[in-house]
C-alpha cells in the first residue's frame, strides 16, 4: 500500500508540474507573443504586399513587386534597388503603436499631421490598402506622431520609424555600376583614347594580348574585377546632364567584360570629372548617368606594365635543394641534405634564414618593369653586385642577378630571364647579400665543468 501511495504522489506531481509548465511558462510566452501582436500597427505579411509607395508634401515614389523584384513606377525610367524595397516592407510590418495621444476631431496641425513627413501606403495581393501617416517628434525626440488617413486618433510610434520611411530616390533606385558575375568574365577590353588593353582569361589564368603577349597579373585582375563588380554610385547626375556634356560621347575610358555564360558585353562607360575624385558613369545598358568614386577610372588609365604579372620568378621552394650566391670573387652554396641545410665546408646553415630568403623571391613582386633596357651597364648589371642561382638535383631553375640601387632608394634594379630589366624591393637584395659566417649555425657552447 505504502508503494501505491508513492506512485500517486509521483504522478500527482507530475500533474501539477504539467499545468504549471503550460500554463505559466509556456503560457507566458503565448502571451507575450501576444502583447506584442497587438502593439503592431499592421498584420500584413510582408510577402502580400505587391505595392509601396512613399508620400511626401512635394513628390512620390512608388514601385510594384515582379516576381521577387522592384520596378519604380513614380518617377518612371528609374531602375529598383530590390534589397531596399524589400527592408521597407518588412519595417512596414514592425511597426509598433504607442499611446494614443489625442483622439476626436483634432487639429493635426500641432502634431504635424496636415502635411504628414511621409505617408506609407501598401496594397496586397487581396486588394487591401495599409496606410500610415508620420508627422513631427515630440519634445524628447523619441517618439513621432502618428495616424492613419482616416483614424481619428494620434497616436507615438518609435522615432526610427519615421526616420526609416524618408529615403530620397537615391536612397531606394538601383545604385549598382555594373551588374555582372566575377566568374563568368572570360576577356576584358579597356580603351582609354588611342590606347587598347586586352586580357583573356586562359584556364585559371589571365593572359594580357594587347599591346603585348604576356603573362598577366592574375590578383591584381581578380582584384578589378572584384572592385567594379560591388561599386556602387555615390549620386546620379542631374537631368540637365547630357551624355554628351558628362563625356560620355565618346567617353574618356570605357572598360568591355564579356560575359561568357551570357555571350554578351557588359560595358561601363567613364566620362568627366564634375568634382574632385567624382567622376560621370553609364553602364551601356541603362540610361541613367552616375557619379562614382575615382578607383575605377583611375584603374582604367593605368598603362599595361600594371597589368602584367608581377612575378620575379616562378619555382616552387619546396624543389629547391642548393642555393648559391655570388658577390664578385666570393661564392657561397649551401645544399639540403635531408630537413637541414649545409655549407660547403660542412658547418649546418640556419635553416631559417634560407626558407626565409626563398619564401620571399618566390612571393615578392617586382616593382617594375623596363621592357625596352639600355646596356645592362646603366643598371649595374653587367658585373652584378649579387647573382643568386637555385637548383633542383643539380640542374639550374632559377638565376637573378642584382644590380646597381635604382632611382628610389628602396629600390635595386634586377633582372632573371627574359630581356626585361625590372626594380624590386631592396629588401629582397638584403635577404641574399649574405656571407658563409652569416649563414653559418652558431657552434654549441663547451661543456660546463
Not at 174 to 187: A, E, G, L, P, T
Not at 297 to 317: C, M, N, S, Y
Not at 381 to 404: H, I, M, W, Y
Amino acid at each position: 500500500m505504502r508503494f501505491r501511495g508513492t506512485w500517486i504522489l509521483l504522478l500527482v506531481f507530475l500533474v501539477l508540474g504539467g499545468y504549471v509548465y503550460f500554463t505559466e511558462y509556456r503560457g507566458r510566452d503565448e502571451r507575450q507573443q501576444q502583447e506584442a501582436a497587438k502593439k503592431k500597427l499592421f498584420s500584413t505579411s510582408p510577402k502580400d504586399v505587391t505595392e509601396l509607395s512613399l508620400i511626401f508634401p512635394d513628390h512620390r515614389i512608388s514601385a510594384v513587386k515582379k516576381d521577387s523584384r522592384w520596378e519604380i513606377t513614380e518617377p518612371q525610367g528609374v531602375d529598383a534597388d530590390s534589397p531596399e524595397w524589400d527592408s521597407l516592407v518588412s519595417s512596414l510590418g514592425q511597426i509598433e503603436k504607442d499611446r494614443v495621444v489625442a483622439t476626436g476631431n483634432l487639429d493635426v496641425a500641432q502634431f504635424g499631421l496636415d502635411h504628414p513627413a511621409v505617408q506609407v501606403s501598401a496594397k496586397t495581393k487581396g486588394g487591401q490598402t495599409v496606410s500610415v501617416q508620420f508627422g513631427s517628434d515630440n519634445p524628447k525626440k523619441d517618439f513621432s506622431y502618428a495616424k492613419l488617413p482616416d483614424g481619428k486618433e494620434v497616436f507615438l510610434t518609435a522615432a526610427t520609424w519615421g526616420q526609416t520611411f524618408k529615403k530620397t530616390l537615391t536612397d531606394l533606385r538601383n545604385k549598382k555600376v555594373i551588374d555582372f558575375s566575377q566568374d563568368d568574365i572570360s576577356s576584358i577590353r579597356i580603351q582609354s583614347g588611342k590606347n587598347e588593353i586586352e586580357i583573356q582569361k586562359t584556364g585559371m589564368d589571365w593572359m594580357l594580348k594587347k599591346p603585348a603577349e604576356m603573362k598577366a597579373d592574375g590578383p591584381e585582375v581578380s582584384s578589378f574585377l572584384s572592385t567594379i563588380q560591388s561599386a556602387h554610385a555615390s549620386n546620379f547626375a542631374g537631368p540637365e546632364i547630357t551624355a554628351a556634356g558628362a563625356g560620355l560621347m565618346p567617353p574618356v575610358s570605357q572598360v568591355t567584360l564579356h560575359d561568357g555564360k551570357a555571350n554578351m558585353d557588359r560595358v561601363l562607360s567613364v566620362g568627366k570629372s564634375p568634382e574632385k575624385d567624382k567622376y560621370y558613369a553609364r553602364d551601356e545598358s541603362r540610361p541613367a548617368i552616375m557619379i562614382i568614386e575615382k578607383e575605377i577610372p583611375a584603374k582604367l588609365l593605368e598603362p599595361a606594365t600594371d597589368w602584367r604579372d608581377k612575378t620575379i620568378v616562378h619555382f616552387e621552394q619546396q624543389s629547391i635543394d642548393e642555393v648559391e650566391i655570388v658577390r664578385g670573387a666570393e661564392k657561397i652554396a649551401v645544399k639540403k641534405q635531408g630537413s637541414d641545410w649545409k655549407l660547403a665546408d660542412g658547418r649546418k646553415a640556419q635553416s631559417d634564414k634560407i626558407s626565409n630568403a626563398l619564401a620571399m623571391l618566390e612571393f615578392e613582386r617586382a616593382v617594375q618593369f623596363v621592357d625596352s633596357p639600355a646596356a645592362l651597364s646603366t643598371y649595374g648589371l653587367d658585373k652584378p653586385r649579387l647573382e643568386v642561382t637555385l637548383r633542383q638535383a643539380g640542374k639550374d631553375t632559377v638565376n637573378v642577378k642584382f644590380g646597381s640601387a635604382a632611382r628610389k632608394p628602396e629600390e635595386t634594379y634586377a633582372k632573371a630571364s627574359g630581356p626585361a630589366v625590372m626594380t624590386v624591393n631592396t629588401d629582397l637584395y638584403e635577404k641574399f647579400n649574405l656571407k658563409a659566417d652569416d649563414l653559418a649555425e652558431a657552434p654549441p657552447p663547451p661543456p660546463a665543468k
